[in-house]
T-cell receptor, first 109, second 115 residues
Framework: GNSVTQMEGPVTLSEEAFLTINCTYT??????LFWYVQYPGEGLQLLLK?????DKGSNKGFEATYRKETTSFHLEKGSVQVSDSAVYFC????????FGAGTQVVVTP | DAGVTQSPTHLIKTRGQQVTLRCSPK?????VSWYQQALGQGPQFIFQ???????QRGNFPDRFSGHQFPNYSSELNVNALLLGDSALYLC??????????????FGQGTRLTVV
């Protein structure tokens, strides 16, 4: 079946550090891939998406590239800020959105 | 353009009671999905409504039921509440049922606490 696996957290970083959150997927066909972000006490917001292989989604300094050969969609940001502290979810749509377990990111000043 | 709105934002209920949560989809969207997010976990799919019918259902008991109205808004009902039903309930709307490329927009959620 379709599924998403993402790295466990929490990930603790200092401000301006480089962030990578790994996400791999299993899917039939080639669905779009999404990263959602959940700030403390809030719902989910779409952070970025990619709709086909080799597509790069980007938003707010975050990037993720749809890699068909490695079935991955890793999230990266070159220089994190304290305001990036949140839980990040990788997801794929297939009748319903399938989410990874989420990765909590904590950025300290 | 209003996004997805949910009400109420917080709710406290007693075990055995019934609860109704409400969701208005983003303007132009016709499909509503409900998710349960327990503390520290990812959202779990409950069900999806399109054209006023339940189209898909996740692994949730019949105590969880829903409804979609002609204006596309939706309700989630939970009967005979258990302590384990305490969670953040998220509503997501989309245009059409969630297919390979469908983008869903989420509301802020309703935090349900069962005591």
């Amino acid at each position: 079946g379709n599924s998403v696996t993402q790295m466990e957290g929490p990930v603790t970083l200092s401000e301006e550090a480089f962030l990578t959150i790994n996400c791999t997927y299993t899917a039939t066909g080639y669905p779009s891939l999404f990263w959602y972000v959940q700030y403390p006490g809030e719902g989910l917001q779409l952070l970025l998406k990619a709709t086909k292989a080799d597509d790069k989604g980007s938003n707010k300094g975050f990037e993720a590239t749809y890699r068909k050969e490695t079935t991955s969609f890793h999230l990266e940001k070159g220089s994190v800020q304290v305001s990036d502290s949140a839980v990040y979810f990788c997801a794929l749509p297939w009748g319903k959105l399938q989410f990874g377990a989420g990765t909590q990111v904590v950025v300290t000043p | 353009d209003a996004g997805v709105t949910q009400s109420p934002t917080h709710l406290i209920k007693t075990r055995g009671q019934q609860v109704t949560l409400r969701c208005s989809p983003k303007s132009g969207h016709d499909t509503v999905s409900w998710y349960q997010q327990a503390l520290g976990q990812g959202p779990q799919f409950i069900f999806q409504y399109y054209e006023e019918e339940e189209r898909q259902r996740g692994n949730f008991p019949d105590r969880f039921s829903g409804h979609q109205f002609p204006n596309y808004s939706s309700e989630l009902n939970v009967n005979a509440l258990l302590l384990g039903d305490s969670a953040l309930y998220l509503c997501a709307s989309s245009l059409g049922t969630v297919a390979m490329n469908t983008e869903a927009f989420f509301g802020q959620g309703t935090r349900l606490t069962v005591v």
